[in-house]
């Protein structure tokens, strides 16, 4: 049987059918939840964020006017959320040693240059990126957001999107370069 | 140097073009120019090495536990719940299915009608014979405590009784509503409503006691 799309399945949740919102949530809470953890770098807050963010979407589902995918629509509630929970952890400076160190891994690229193939080094890189950099490459790479989609999510110029992306992959080739990766651009 | 402006439209799309998130017309310039510029031909197989990375990257983040789709749930289950009619009005509900009932005016007046009598017989009843002063008026303790933090709570399944009684006790909480399907209750804590700040550090505390499954904030 053909799945419902997600905007098929947002209508069933506009009309309160706990199935529909079932279905909605097991398609897309691990990205929402991986783009959100990368952004408050805990797991415990992200898991409670994510379950916030999928009621936010039950409650608000009657007044979805189809103007951005569903999916974007869920992940700019989710960067909110993650930022909003970013901003008050700052403020109040709650428990900094718990953040995962997933996201901050002990090698530098050079040393993982040293010991590693290219890829593994690009990996390393890829994660010392700056939060903005490290944002919009995974919007577009990982969930293949569209220029206006990613516009949509980060609140940003359509062009402001393409050249933050520009500046982000020149980023990351400096980085690969002091890890004595040469990929020749830019 | 590096703040130099890109100059070229096409390089600036090459990582939606090898998405395939670009429009018919840009992807036809995308690959008109790619196919003569082999420069940016070998750039646009940079942009699919680093793709292939990040998806690597995104895909070894672990995927979260069973902890958030239950809290998520139950909270619709329990508004659901809330907003379901009880008593009179499932009954009332029903009677309006099988056109049983009388129109809402007409409802009205009846209502209206009905409350007028109730209320002389009971002046007259607390008047003649009770003898109760007018100014001893009755209060009920749940509109004083209705003041209080509402959250819902799902208890472990094995949690005894006394030591959620404890729990209560020591948290000045009471349970105001439920079990819900899933175990899951209405619990109000305090006398005051909460800062948002105060009803995060709660939710923590409370999150952190062991017979507490999950706890949300109940709206």
Redesign the interface.
């Known amino acids: 049987m053909a799945q419902d799309t997600d905007e098929a399945l947002i209508g069933r949740i506009a009309r ?1 059918d ?1 199935s529909a ?2 279905a909605f ?1 097991e398609r897309h ?2 990205r929402v ?2 783009f959100m ?2 952004i408050v770098k805990n ?1 415990a807050t ?3 964020l ?2 916030d963010v ?2 936010d979407v ?1 409650r608000q589902a009657d007044r979805f006017e189809g103007r951005s995918s569903v999916v974007t629509w869920a992940l700019s509630i989710a960067r909110f959320k993650a930022l909003s929970a970013v901003r ?1 952890r700052t403020e ?1 400076s709650l428990e900094p040693e718990i953040e995962s160190e ?1 996201m901050d891994p002990a090698d530098t690229p050079e040393i993982v240059a040293q010991k590693a193939d290219k ?1 593994e080094v ?2 390393a890189c ?2 010392r990126l700056s939060e903005d950099h490290r944002q919009i ?2 919007l ?3 969930h ?4 206006q ?1 990613v516009a949509e999510i980060l609140q940003i110029p359509e062009n402001t999107a ?2 933050r ?2 500046y982000a ?2 980023r ?1 080739s ?1 980085l690969l370069t002091d890890a004595g990766v040469d ?3 830019p | 140097m ?1 703040d130099e ?2 100059v070229d ?1 096409v ?3 090459l ?2 073009f090898h ?4 429009s018919e017309e840009e992807r036809r310039r995308l690959e008109a120019a790619t196919r003569s510029n082999p420069e940016l031909a ?2 646009l197989a ?2 699919a ?10 895909e070894a ?5 069973g ?3 239950d ?3 139950a ?3 329990a508004e ?1 719940a809330a907003h379901k009619p009880r008593g009179f009005g499932r009954l009332r509900g029903w009677l309006a299915q099988g056109g049983m009932l009388p129109s809402q005016t007409a409802l009205a007046w009846a209502v209206a009608g009905l409350a007028l009598v109730v209320l002389v017989e009971a002046g007259v009843i607390s008047t003649y014979v009770t003898g109760q002063r007018r100014d001893e008026v009755y209060h009920t303790a749940s509109s004083e405590a209705s003041a209080g933090e509402k959250l819902l709570v799902g208890f472990a399944p094995e949690a005894p009784m006394r030591e959620i009684e404890a729990f209560l006790s020591d948290h000045q909480a009471t349970i105001v509503d439920g079990p819900h399907s899933g175990g899951i209750y209405a619990v109000r804590f305090g006398d005051r409503p909460l800062s948002d ?1 105060e009803r ?1 550090r709660l939710i923590g505390e409370v999150k952190s006691v062991a017979l507490v499954r999950f706890v ?1 904030p109940s709206r």
């Open positions: 309160r706990q919102m079932r949530y809470h691990v939840y991986r953890l990368r797991e992200a898991e409670d994510l379950s999928f009621y039950w008050r109040t997933l890829a690009l990996r890829l994660s490459v995974e577009v790479y990982y293949e957001m569209s220029v989609e393409k050249t992306l520009f992959r020149k990351l400096e990929r020749g651009w | 590096s402006p890109p439209e390089e600036l799309l990582p939606w998405t395939g998130r670009l070998r750039r940079l942009v090495e680093e793709a292939r990375a990040m998806t690597q990257v995104c983040t672990p995927a979260p536990s902890r958030p789709r809290a998520l749930f909270r619709i289950t659901e700040e995060t949300v």
